[in-house]
């Protein structure tokens, strides 16, 4: 990885573990956030047992909600900090800290991996492929993040902006926003099954099988 990668990634693991403390009383509460939750949900239903892998989980509220139905949950961040906060939310879960571009994870170990406002920060293609290596025949995955063409349309760069630290990373090249379109497009080059898209105010939500 270039000097420049290394700094980035650096740069972002300090961002969010200062972020840490404040972060899931926000994501919890937020009224946004709980919807999103919900519709994330209502898109997948994995067999009790099954192997949930959250990348780029942050406090890991989204890959938790599938504790209830009896998964197993990982949740794998680049800070520790935040992942701290998932472990004292939830004994239980596995928490992983690691870079989604270079999963220490097994391949075809996975049976549904979610990815939430974080895909933003990797290249897509390195995602993909990733994802696909640990993920078992026929597993899936939801990927979740700003619509290029929505923020375009509803002018949300100012929404984006409003937001210190998203603002910081735009500026600095170490964030990017895709389109739905492009995802899919890349998705299916890459093999993957696109079973399903939906929207959620600015937000697209993805589903693939391998
Ligand atoms: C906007 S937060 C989203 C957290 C969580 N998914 C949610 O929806 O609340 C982005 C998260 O991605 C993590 N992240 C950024 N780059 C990463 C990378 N290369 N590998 C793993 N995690 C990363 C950050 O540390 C942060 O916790």
Redesign the pocket.
């Known amino acids: 990885m270039s000097e420049r990668g290394i700094a980035g ?1 650096r740069l ?2 300090r961002s ?1 573990s200062e972020k840490a403390p404040n ?1 899931t009383t926000f ?1 919890d509460t937020h009224p946004g ?1 709980r919807e999103l939750r919900e519709k994330i949900k209502g898109m997948l239903s994995p067999s009790s047992g099954a192997r949930v892998l ?6 890991c ?2 890959g938790l909600s599938f504790s209830t139905h009896g998964c197993e949950v990982l949740c ?4 520790k900090e ?1 992942l701290k906060t998932a472990q004292q939310k939830a004994a239980d879960v596995h928490v992983i800290v ?4 270079k999963l220490p994870i097994k391949d075809k170990s996975v049976d549904v991996a979610i ?4 895909l933003r ?2 290249d897509a293609k390195v995602f993909i492929e990733e994802t696909k290596r640990v993920l078992k025949p026929g597993g899936e995955m939801l990927l979740v993040d700003g619509d290029k063409d929505r923020v375009r349309a509803a002018r949300l760069n100012k929404t984006i902006k409003k937001h210190e630290l998203e603002r910081m990373f735009l500026e600095k090249g170490l964030a990017r926003v895709y389109s739905c379109e492009e995802l899919k497009d890349l998705l299916e080059s890459h093999g993957c099954l696109v079973e399903a898209t939906e929207h959620f105010r600015i937000y697209f939500l993805l589903k693939a099988s391998v």
């Open positions: 990634k972002i693991i969010y972060y994501v956030f959250d990348l780029g989980a942050g406090t509220h989204h794998l961040d680049i800070s935040m690691g870079d989604i571009e990815c939430v406002n974080a920060y990797v």
